[in-house]
């Protein structure tokens, strides 16, 4: 079973920061892409930035510039430096990844969410 947690949501005002962190764990081979998305009241969930394992990273057009994304692979850990937010960051969001188990499995697995909410 692999388990991931999420941490360092919380409110912020416009223009501020945060960083967010995720760790996996659990019986874990390997980790191809690992990502954040993020949901707000009403919307689907989109893709906000994913990473793989060899540091080839993808952002949404609208975190482009304000948001990092970045790995540890020995430690299984993405995180996610969110700079310049906005209120329409305001949102859930989770991390997920693509993992390969010991037991030779294959699967997405997703966090529980973190919230962040920006105010204006």
């Known amino acids: 079973q692999v388990q991931l947690v999420e941490s360092g949501g919380g409110l912020v005002q416009a223009g501020g920061s945060l960083r967010l962190s995720c760790a996996a764990s659990?019986?874990?081979?390997?980790?191809?892409?690992m990502g954040w998305y993020r949901q707000a009241p009403g919307k689907k969930r989109e893709l906000v930035a994913d990473?793989?394992?060899?540091?080839?990273?993808n952002y949404a057009d609208s975190v482009k510039g304000r948001f990092t994304i970045s790995r540890d692979n020995a430690r299984n850990t993405v995180s996610l430096q969110v700079n310049s937010l906005k209120p329409e960051d305001t949102a859930v969001y989770y991390c997920?990844?693509?993992?390969?188990?010991?037991?030779?499995?294959?699967?997405?697995?997703w966090g529980q969410g973190t919230q962040v909410t920006v105010s204006s």
């Open positions: 659990g019986s874990i081979a390997s980790i191809n892409v």
């Open positions: 997920n990844a693509d993992v390969r188990t010991r037991l030779y499995t294959r699967g997405i697995y």
């Open positions: 990473i793989t394992s060899g540091g080839l990273t």
